[in-house]
C-alpha cells in the first residue's frame, strides 16, 4: 500500500501533536504547519494528499485555506478534513468549506476513531457527504457562538468597505483581503491569499515596499510606507493611494494596508484642468475677436476705398502699361483681402458658410497643392469614402493648409503625412482619450507628420495666439497659424487637439460632429437701365464717394446717408415725394449713429417691399449670413469690386 502523505495543520501545538501521532502511527509521512500560511508553505514544497486542518487560526485561517485549495486546479483533488473546535456552534458555515470530512474537536478519544475513519475514507476514494461528525456528547457554547457572530459581522464590514484592506505578516505576505483588495489586485482571492504584495505591485514600487520591509524588521522602528495621492501606485491600469502601517503584536508586527482607487478623481482633475486650459484659450481668442472685429472694419474701410479706386482706374485707363500694373496692384490687394478675412475668423459675428462637403476630397486637394514640389510624400485613408459632412469648405481647407504648411517646415522637406479619416462616437472617445469631447457622433481626422515633434513643454502653447516655435526673422510668421486652426474647429462645434511622444512625430487630432462676394435673393429678376435711384449709407465719407462713382458708372441716381438717421429721413422723404429708392445699400456697423441693422428695420416700417442689401466688412456675421431674416434681399462683404456692383445692377436695377 502507497504511503500517505498528510498535512497537519493547527495553531494548538497540542492538538497538532496528537492528531500528528495518530497519523503516523497509520503509516503516514505528515508535515505540520501552525496556520493557513505556513500550510501554503507546506503544500509548495510537497503536494499532501490528505490535509487535516482547524478552522479558527491567526494569519490565513483553515476556511481559507479550503477555500485556496478547492479553487486551485492542482490542488482541489486534494482529499481535506476539518478539524474544528466550534462545529457545534458554526456548523452551518463549517459545513459550506466544500470539505470531504468534518469532525468537532473533542476527547481525544473519540477525535482518534473519526481521523482513522476519514483515512479509509480516503483510501477507499470516498468523498464525504459534508456531515460534521464527533458532536455527540458536546454541548454549544454561548461565548464561542458570539464571538462567531461578531466575526462574521467584521467580515461583512469588511467585504461591503469601497477601500480595499489587506492583512500582511512581517514579511509582507498577504493573510487576509477584503473584496475591495481582491478586485484591485486584479487576481482571484486564491491566488492573492499568501503572496508577497511587493511582488503583486509595480516593480520600482514593489523594490521600495522590500527596502522598507528590511528597515522595520525591528518592532521599535515601526515606520508606515505610503502611496500618496500625488504618488499613486499602478495597479491594472488603476491609479491608487496605498497605506501600509506596521502594529506591533507580542514582540512581533503584522501590517495593516488599505488601498483606494482614486482613477475616477484621477481623470476628473485631468478633464478639469483641461476645460480650464480650454477656458484660458478661449479668453484669449475673446480677445482676439473684439480686437479683430475693429481691426476688420477699419482695414475693410480702407482696402474698400482703395480697390474702389483701383478698380475705377483700370475701368477708365486707356494706357496698356498703366493698366497691368493696375491689375498687378488689384491682386495683391485681393490677397491683402484674403489675409484680412483668416483674422476675422476669430470674430465672434464670424458665422461659417457650410455646405455638404466631402472632406476626404478637399484634403487630398489641399496636400497635392500644398506638397507639390516639397519632397514631402502622403497618404490619405479614409474608411467611409463618400461621407460627406457640413461645413465650410474655405475655412477647413485653410485649416489642412495651415497643417501642411507646419509640417513641410518640421520635417525640414524629407518626410511623409499619414492622414486618416474615421467615424467615432464622441462618449466612448472621450473615455479613451481624456479629452473634453461632447455626446454625439464624430468624424475624427488624425494628422501625423514624420518630423521631430513638439516638446511636452510647448504642447499647452501651440494654439495660443501669437505663440510661434520659428526662428526670428524674415520667416517668422505671426504665429497663428494652429491658432486660427482651433477657432475654425471651434467653429463647427469641434474639437482639436495634438498628441507629441518622445521618439518623435506629431499627431493632430480634429474632430467635425455630423450633425464673400454678393448673396442674390432668386426672387429678382434681371433687369438692367438707367435712372434708377440708389441710396448709400456708410459712416466713412471716401467709401460713399467711391460707391456713388460706381454706381453712376452704370447710369443711377445716387443719394449718400452717413448713418441710420439721415437715411431714414433721406428715405421717407423720398416716398412721400411719390418717387421712392428702387435700392438702398446700408453699412451694418456704423461708429457714430444708427447702424443698417435698425436702419433696415424703420426703413421697413416705412416700406414693406423695400429692396436693401446689406454691406459689412465681416461677411461671417449672422446678419450677412441670414440676411432675408433681418429685411434684406442680399448682402455684399466689402471690400467690393465695380464687378460686384455691376452685378447688383444687372440683377436688380
Known amino acids: 500500500m502507497a504511503e500517505i502523505r498528510a498535512l497537519v495543520v493547527d495553531n494548538n501545538p497540542v492538538v497538532r501533536k496528537i492528531v500528528c501521532y495518530i497519523l503516523e502511527a497509520e503509516g503516514c509521512i505528515v508535515q505540520k504547519a501552525e496556520d493557513g500560511l505556513a500550510a501554503l508553505d507546506c503544500i509548495a514544497r510537497q503536494r499532501p494528499d490528505i490535509i487535516f486542518t482547524d478552522l479558527i487560526m491567526p494569519k490565513i485561517d483553515g476556511g481559507k485555506l479550503g477555500y485556496i485549495i478547492r479553487n486551485t486546479p492542482e490542488l482541489k483533488d486534494i482529499f481535506l478534513v476539518i478539524l474544528s473546535g466550534v462545529a457545534l456552534e458554526d456548523n452551518d458555515n463549517t459545513l459550506r468549506l466544500g470539505a470531504d470530512v468534518c469532525i468537532a474537536k473533542g476527547p481525544a478519544a473519540t477525535m482518534t476513531i473519526h481521523i482513522k475513519s476519514a483515512l479509509q475514507q480516503y483510501r477507499a476514494n470516498q468523498r464525504g457527504d459534508g456531515s460534521v461528525v464527533g458532536m455527540a456528547g458536546l454541548h454549544a457554547r454561548e461565548v464561542t457562538r458570539e464571538l462567531l457572530v461578531s466575526k462574521r459581522h467584521q467580515e461583512i464590514v469588511l467585504a461591503r468597505m469601497n477601500e480595499g484592506v489587506v492583512e500582511l505578516d512581517q514579511t509582507g505576505r498577504i493573510v487576509m483581503a477584503n473584496s475591495a483588495a481582491v478586485a484591485l489586485l486584479a487576481l482571484p482571492e486564491a491566488r492573492v491569499l499568501g503572496q508577497s504584495l511587493a511582488e503583486l505591485l509595480p516593480l520600482p514600487i514593489g523594490k521600495r515596499m522590500v527596502d522598507w520591509l528590511a528597515k522595520i524588521a525591528a518592532p521599535d522602528c515601526l515606520q508606515p510606507l505610503s502611496f500618496s495621492y500625488d504618488d499613486p501606485i499602478l495597479l491594472d491600469k488603476r491609479q491608487c493611494t496605498c497605506n501600509l502601517v506596521p502594529m506591533a503584536e507580542d514582540g512581533t508586527f503584522f501590517i495593516i494596508g488599505m488601498l483606494q482607487d482614486v482613477s475616477r478623481r484621477k481623470v476628473l482633475e485631468r478633464r478639469q484642468r483641461q476645460l480650464e486650459k480650454e477656458l484660458q484659450r478661449i479668453q484669449k481668442l475673446d480677445a482676439m475677436s473684439q480686437m479683430a472685429n475693429g481691426i476688420a472694419h477699419d482695414f475693410n474701410n480702407l482696402l474698400t476705398i482703395i480697390t474702389g479706386n483701383v478698380e475705377m482706374a483700370r475701368y477708365v485707363c486707356r494706357d496698356d502699361n498703366v493698366s497691368s500694373l493696375l491689375g498687378d496692384s488689384a491682386k495683391a490687394l485681393d490677397l491683402t483681402v484674403q489675409l484680412i478675412r483668416q483674422f476675422t475668423t476669430f470674430s465672434d459675428n464670424y458665422l461659417p458658410r457650410k455646405s455638404q462637403v466631402h472632406l476626404r476630397s478637399l484634403i487630398d486637394e489641399v496636400l497635392q497643392h500644398d506638397l507639390a514640389d516639397t519632397g514631402i510624400s502622403y497618404a490619405l485613408d479614409a474608411r467611409e469614402e463618400e461621407l460627406a459632412i457640413t461645413l465650410d469648405p474655405a475655412l477647413v481647407r485653410q485649416v489642412f493648409s495651415n497643417l501642411a504648411r507646419n509640417a ?64 526670428k526673422g524674415v520667416q517668422k510668421g505671426m504665429g497663428l497659424g494652429l491658432t486660427i486652426v482651433h477657432s475654425v474647429v471651434k467653429k463647427h462645434g469641434g474639437l482639436v487637439w495634438i498628441h507629441s511622444p518622445k521618439s518623435g512625430g506629431c499627431t493632430v487630432y480634429l474632430y467635425f460632429p455630423l450633425q464673400g462676394g454678393v448673396v442674390i435673393d432668386p426672387r429678382f429678376l434681371v433687369k438692367k437701365g438707367g435712372g434708377r435711384q440708389v441710396l448709400v449709407m456708410d459712416d466713412e465719407e471716401m467709401i460713399r464717394v467711391l460707391n456713388k462713382k460706381m454706381f453712376e458708372n452704370y447710369g443711377c441716381k445716387v443719394t449718400l446717408a452717413a448713418n441710420g438717421e439721415e437715411a431714414v429721413a433721406l428715405y421717407r422723404e423720398k416716398l412721400e415725394s411719390g418717387e421712392g429708392f428702387d435700392l438702398a445699400l446700408l453699412d451694418l456697423w456704423v461708429k457714430d449713429g444708427m447702424g443698417g441693422l435698425e436702419t433696415a428695420r424703420r426703413i421697413t416700417a416705412l416700406n414693406p417691399g423695400a429692396n436693401m442689401i446689406a454691406i459689412s466688412g465681416d461677411g461671417g456675421s449672422e446678419v450677412m449670413q441670414r440676411y432675408s431674416e433681418y429685411n434684406f434681399v442680399a448682402a455684399l462683404a466689402k471690400p467690393f469690386s465695380i464687378d460686384s456692383v455691376e452685378s447688383i445692377v444687372n440683377r436688380f436695377l
Not at 408 to 421: H, L, Q, S, T
Not at 438 to 459: M, N, T, W, Y
Not at 460 to 465: H, L, R, S, T
Open 408 to 471: 513641410v517646415d518640421a520635417m525640414g522637406g524629407v518626410g511623409r503625412i499619414e492622414v486618416n479619416i474615421d467615424r467615432v462616437d464622441g462618449t466612448k472617445e472621450a473615455a479613451r482619450t481624456g479629452q473634453p469631447l461632447s455626446s454625439g457622433d464624430f468624424l475624427r481626422v488624425s494628422f501625423h507628420d514624420s518630423g521631430p515633434g513638439i516638446e511636452a513643454v510647448l504642447l499647452d502653447q501651440v494654439f495660443d495666439p501669437y505663440f510661434s516655435t520659428k526662428q
